[in-house]
């Protein structure tokens, strides 16, 4: 994320938690005070944020940036009227952006508001231009986007240069000259692109606005080293303006290739800001840029949830209810898409197929069918393309829900398969070969694993045991089965919790087969865990510093159950592990269907958030997963054996090692 | 001599704690004659280390052999049997790998179910098997040359196992300290080794025996470092958190070395590592190599009980129980460091070289 942000200049204010969003900005400071103070007011202001992923804009409603947008005010007549040079240069001029009493202030929260309201978090539509008095103009970032002209009402392209010329405010009287002349060439420019100026920019232009500005500003500090002294108060009149057209120039350059590598969705960051460039790996959804991207890439169309809880926004979470009919309306139209995965996609999003190994196995199977149908285009290398249709059948997968880590570790072993697939081979024998790949893969990790861990599992169950289980798992389940054929004597407690209530399914085929089962809610869990003797859980992926990552609740009932002292097991297998280290339960996670902890299944007098859903002030978490710490787990089963939780990152490191992938 | 010799085992009573009592030396005379009795002849016949090869029947047995190297009471069980197992590569009459294999698996099964409750033994077997067949020399199309490879790895694992303890001593002594006082329990060669050269390089420090009933092997103990001129004080079992605040560390042996970092040694060593980590005192343990198990106790009962006879002197009415256990599970948290020959370990260490060598 460092390399996105490049600089920042004034530490944003960042709402964590639950607040009310749509707040009023605060109030931007007059700008009477001397030049060169920092301009706080435009780290506030809503509408000023960049696309800093710490920088988090209140929530916006996208329904409501629809009204917004068409009725939003044009600010350019507004802007013009402002930046009409004023003569004399004297501070009334420069007063005349700054004038606190003007409307330019009073005018700045109504129009910041709407702007604040259009395109989440997108530049500000408004600002003044003499609030870019700083003595680097290396702060602007964030607040430039409001550098003094409206960025909504000119097309990207324009605005480079528009947004080039402004790279420095000088702060004094030269302001008035500078901005008037800023003023002045983009009223032009407004002038001349009026058609342009009505119609509504689209965020990947404001965006790419963004970008071009943070990233010539930079140019433009880094050329320009004898900027405080330029920036500062005293500076020669015309020095300012002239470097300013000369720096214009440079910069503009620079901008527009920023612009440009912007526009193919690279994201770099003006070379002397760069740092370690570390692709992030996982989106971040809170960064409106890679969220336009893939918007404009996908398949679903889905609608982001309003009322989203602030400390999650890194999370992508989608209006319920409108996904599954738009795809199934569209299931003979899309061609590129394969209908084996498009059905698993299906799948996985209605939720018909849920748990770490089913959706694993679903996903391989319907890989295998593309493999099957799969042909390699003229002129074209079969490794390279078969992985990148894979690449995009799995983008498309991504979007019905967020993979599980056994789902993105198969998908790393098959594309190691396909990259690994000798040359010599034709193209028939390639796909046999892959499919009996993903075969093996499915027997010996899934299907033997099982065997292997319900084999051992099963020993340490014996006569006279009290097991605990928290929700629905299949290994788990298998050992309950196998140990009851082995004869041993034992009774089962389910602890079940809303809004999945996967226990019940549970319940119900171990009560079929014949075992001795309690049931009960999470609530009950330190009420009923005195008599328990052992907890068996299952994982949907184990991390390398021991952490467990499994359905939430599962951290829970391993807490109480340590308080306990009753050893707790978790049964896992070993292509779930994970080299990734988690901390907590927040960075990486998945947000499911708000409503569905809005309403109580079957009760339909329990509706007390109903009508509650819209508030502003009320918003609705529905997480899925939880991170378990190591402290209160005793034992890990997998295929490899019984091993302490410590021991995970060793099974990591020998069997990846070994393309530990058959 | 029966060729698989039945293990003493009237009554679940552990062999092994029996060999340990009988090398301790300080048994009454009844419980020793018992022992006579059960095992069949006169501990003090030290048979000839020689294997007998004989042209019809069984000609060789390991079980044999391996008592043969168990009566040197300063000879590790698990060496013993590591050496049997070599002895039987170097005996064996089979003509492919695979035969060859099969013989070695059998002496080893053999040689484990004469005394189940024993960890090191099961341990030592295991490992032993792992690290000769594990080579790549079987893939040599000439089986001689495999066969001599095999040997060469069986008796350099042999040699390892007995330089084990010396090794073991060496790296220690940087743990013990001038004027540092070390409280010890149950009698474990290791652990004598350790002290043993930590006196003759001179350290000054003072040693604190637990009594170690049943087997008394705090009095054992305190005799041999009595004549190594080291201070020694002796501690009834129930002194020990008494003592503590003296106490710089403890010193432990271990039967065997559980997956989990843990140790599995006379019973009392969980009751000491508590009140130990309780008042912030390290526990070190010194264990060979050869002690890692594949076990993975979750409590004191997950493991194969090993019963041993305990002599209160006075007759107990028969409705009264005793807990005969003779040994406990120390869990890896209430353990600072192992020394091994492999180096000095943190208890999360041993899955890994587990993992290592198994998988």
Request: aromatic fraction near 6%; glycine fraction near 6%.
């Amino acid at each position: 994320m460092e390399a996105r942000r490049g600089w920042r200049a004034v530490p944003k204010v960042r709402h964590v938690g639950f607040f009310t969003p749509n707040e009023p900005p605060p109030p931007a400071r007059t700008q009477s005070g001397p030049p060169d103070s920092n301009s706080p007011p435009l780290s506030n202001s809503p509408a000023g944020n960049s696309l800093s992923p710490v920088m988090i804009p209140p929530p916006r409603h996208l329904s409501d940036n629809l009204a917004h947008r068409a009725t939003s005010p044009l600010p350019v007549p507004e802007t013009s009227a402002f930046r009409r040079p004023i003569p004399g240069g004297d501070r009334v001029a420069v007063v005349g952006s700054y004038n606190p009493t003007d409307s330019m202030l009073g005018a700045s929260p109504p129009l910041t508001s709407p702007s604040s309201r259009i395109g989440d978090g997108e530049f500000s539509e408004e600002s003044s231009p003499g609030w870019f008095r700083r003595s680097n103009s290396a702060k602007f970032a964030s607040s430039f986007p409001g550098g003094g002209f409206d960025l909504t009402s000119i097309k990207s392209s324009e605005t480079l240069e528009v947004e080039v010329k402004k790279p420095v405010e000088v702060p004094g009287p030269n302001i008035a000259e500078k901005s008037g002349v800023a003023g002045a060439e983009l009223q032009t420019e407004s002038q001349s692109s009026s058609k342009p100026l009505k119609a509504k920019t689209t965020k990947a232009e404001r965006r790419a606005l963004q970008e071009s500005q943070r990233a010539a500003k930079a140019a433009a500090k880094g050329e320009a080293t004898g900027k405080p002294a330029i920036s500062s108060e005293g500076a020669a009149t015309s020095k300012p303006v002239k470097q300013q057209p000369s720096r214009k120039k440079d910069a503009l350059p620079a901008a527009t290739s920023v612009a440009a590598s912007d526009r193919k969705g690279v994201d770099r960051p003006p070379e002397k800001e760069r740092k370690k460039e570390v692709p992030p790996p996982r989106m971040q959804f809170d960064d409106k840029n890679r969220v336009e991207k893939a918007k404009k890439r996908a398949v679903v169309n889905q609608t982001e949830a309003r009322n989203r809880v602030e400390l999650f926004r890194h999370l992508p979470q989608y209006e319920r209810g409108s996904q599954l009919p738009d795809l199934e309306s569209k299931f003979f139209l899309l061609d590129p898409m394969h209908p084996a995965v498009y059905k698993v996609g299906l799948q996985y999003l209605a939720g018909d197929i849920s748990g770490g190994n089913a959706r694993c196995i679903a996903m391989l199977q319907a890989f295998q069918e593309v493999i099957k149908d799969y042909s390699t285009p003229p002129e074209k290398s079969l490794t390279r393309d078969l992985t990148a249709k894979v690449g995009s059948y799995v983008s498309f997968l991504i979007e019905c829900r967020p993979l599980s880590m056994s789902m993105g570790n198969a998908i790393r072993f098959l594309k190691n398969r396909i990259a690994k697939l000798p040359l010599s081979l034709s193209e028939s024998e390639a796909k046999e070969s892959l499919c009996s790949d993903i075969n093996r893969f499915i027997n010996e990790k899934i299907v033997l694993a099982d065997k292997v861990i319900v084999r051992h599992a099963a020993s340490k169950v014996r006569d006279g045991d009290v097991l605990l289980t928290y929700g629905s798992s299949c290994v788990v389940e298998m050992i309950l089965l196998y140990a009851h054929e082995l004869g041993k004597q034992f009774r089962v407690v389910i602890v079940d919790s809303r809004p999945k209530l996967e226990g019940q399914a549970l319940l119900r085929r171990l009560v079929a087969k014949g075992l001795n089962c309690t049931y009960t809610h999470i609530n009950a869990v330190s009420y009923i865990m005195h008599e328990v003797t052992r907890v068996f859980l299952g994982a949907s992926s184990v991390l390398s510093n021991g952490t467990v990552y499994s359905r939430v609740g599962t951290a829970c009932v391993a807490m109480v159950a340590h308080a306990f002292r009753v050893p707790v097991l978790i049964c896992c297998e070993a292509y779930k592990f994970h080299e990734r280290v988690q901390l907590d339960s927040i960075c990486s996670n998945e947000l499911g269907d708000p409503d569905a902890i809005a309403k109580a299944s079957g009760r339909m007098d329990v509706n007390y958030v109903d009508n509650l859903a819209n508030k502003e002030n009320l918003q609705l978490l529905n997480l899925m997963y939880d991170a378990t710490p190591l402290e209160y787990i005793s034992m890990i089963v997998t295929d490899y054996g019984m091993i302490p939780p410590t021991s995970v990152p060793v099974i990591v490191r020998e069997y990846r090692r070994e393309h530990l992938w058959i | 001599m029966a060729d698989t010799l039945q293990n003493p085992n009237p009554n679940n009573i552990s062999a092994y704690y029996q060999t340990r009592a009988a090398h301790h030396g300080v048994v009454t005379s009844d419980w020793l004659a018992q022992a006579q009795a059960a095992v069949g002849r006169h501990p003090d016949d030290v048979l000839p280390p020689e294997p007998e090869v004989k042209v019809a029947g069984k000609p060789f047995s390991v079980i044999h052999e391996f008592n043969n190297w168990r009566n040197q009471p300063d000879l590790a069980e698990a060496v013993a049997a590591i050496r049997a197992l070599a002895a039987v590569i170097r005996n064996s009459e089979a003509t492919t790998m695979m035969e060859l294999e099969i013989e070695l698996k059998k002496a080893s099964d053999s040689l484990k179910s004469w005394d189940t409750t024993s960890i090191s033994l099961t341990a030592g077997c295991d490992l032993f098997m792992r690290y000769v067949t594990r080579t790549s020399a079987l893939e040599y199309e000439d089986f001689n040359s495999a066969k001599s490879r095999l040997i060469e790895r069986a008796e350099k694992f042999g040699e390892i196992s007995y330089k084990a303890r010396r090794i073991i001593a060496m790296l220690s002594q940087d743990f013990i300290f001038d004027g540092c006082t070390i409280l010890v329990h149950g009698f474990s060669r290791v652990v004598l080794e350790v002290l043993k050269t930590a006196a003759q390089n001179k350290k000054l420090f003072r040693v604190f025996c637990t009594e170690g009933r049943p087997d008394r092997t705090g009095l054992r103990l305190s005799n041999e470092l009595a004549k190594l001129d080291v201070p020694v004080k002796l501690l009834i079992d129930s002194a020990v958190a008494y003592s503590m605040d003296e106490v710089d560390m403890v010193f432990v042996g271990a039967d065997g070395v559980v997956e989990s970092g843990g140790i599995i040694n006379m019973m009392g060593t969980y009751q000491i590592a508590l009140v130990a980590h309780s008042m912030d005192k390290p526990v070190y343990v010194a264990a060979e190599s050869y002690k890692f198990a594949r076990l993975y106790p979750l409590d004191q009962k997950d493991m194969a009980p090993a019963l041993r006879p305990i002599d209160f002197g006075v007759p107990i009415p028969s409705k009264v129980e005793v807990e005969t256990s003779a040994r406990d599970y120390t869990p890896p948290q209430y353990l600072t460091l192992l020394f091994t020959d492999l180096g000095v370990l943190t208890p999360s260490v041993v899955s890994d070289e587990l993992i290592q060598l198994y998988l």
